[in-house]
């Protein structure tokens, strides 16, 4: 990493790293407690089974080809994903460059999928 | 954390020294006037170069297994080479309950985090070892299904579909072993007093790289196991 200013104390300005620095600090102790992690894990496990149970309880009552099965299973793996990384990977009380960095990962992923899928189907 | 607010006014020789000493140890970044020993150096973001980094290489992990989900989706019907698909094999109940440990893993690792940024070594330490034990479990859910699967004739070259479905889940199996070793590295350094509650960030580091392992495992709990 390049080394950034030194600030003296004669230079009151401080630069932008520190002001930050001063953010994420008070952000890192930011977290939640122990207690709302339980209860995050608790709301995880129920999401869970009810992923798990959802292709069961539909079993019969509905025609379960497709969207019907795939979209509510899908919403909540979505959930649990932002829910896991905003609190466990502390994306909510971090820097919003962290959010950034990890979300365009992610958004390249789906990049790549939607072209191999373009590929496959249309070339 | 200690108070970081620059000093004002006059230079003062001794401050300056002190700057330049806590410069000296940092190698890089800012120094503060203060003196005080931060535990971390910063890029010019405001965020240390380690925990960046971290988020950097798991940013490009959502493009590995972005590739490797896609690959699977794309050929997972595909047995034209003969043997079963992966669908037809598929043990919801002991994924179900492997997914479950992996989730609570995901708690303990949390509470290793929360201990020691509250300077708690001896909870710090429980906890990365229950962390580091739930791993384990998974990963032996997971070597039981991978031997179920071959002794059901669908190996790792069997056909497309089952290729994609290996390289898949065992390079998730990969990483959640690397998991298990960097979480028994910091049980190691936090007993040779190598892990101060300064350090916490340390943990905090370890525990995304563990926390992105679970979340990709819901997405594949997901997708490969769920959606038919």
Known sequence: MTDTASPTASDPSAPAAVAM???THDDDHGHASDTLYIQIAIGLAVLTAMEVAWPYVTDGLLDTDGPILMIPLLIVMAIKFVIIAAFFMHLKFDSKVLTRVFYSGLLLAVGVYVAALGTFRIF | MTDLSLS???ADAAALEQASEARAAHGAGVAYADGEDHDHTLTNTGISNPKLAMWVFLGSECLLFGGLISTFLLYKRNNLAGGPTPQELYDIELTSIS??????SSLTMVLAVSAIQRGEHQRLRLWLVTTAILGAVFISGQVYEFQVFVKEGM???TNSASSAF?????FHGVHVTL???MLLSAVMMSLRGRI????AEAVEIVG???HFVDVVWVLIFTIVYLIP
């Open chain 2, 208 to 210: 995304l790289y563990w």
């Open chain 2, 166 to 170: 290996f390289a898949l889940t065992g």
């Open chain 2, 99 to 104: 997914s479950f440990v992996l989730l609570m």
């Open chain 2, 179 to 181: 998991g298990i070793v």
């Open chain 1, 21 to 23: 620095h001063h953010d």
């Open chain 2, 196 to 199: 101060p509650q300064a350090r």
């Open chain 2, 8 to 10: 004002k006014g006059d």
């Open chain 2, 155 to 157: 190996g790792f070259t």
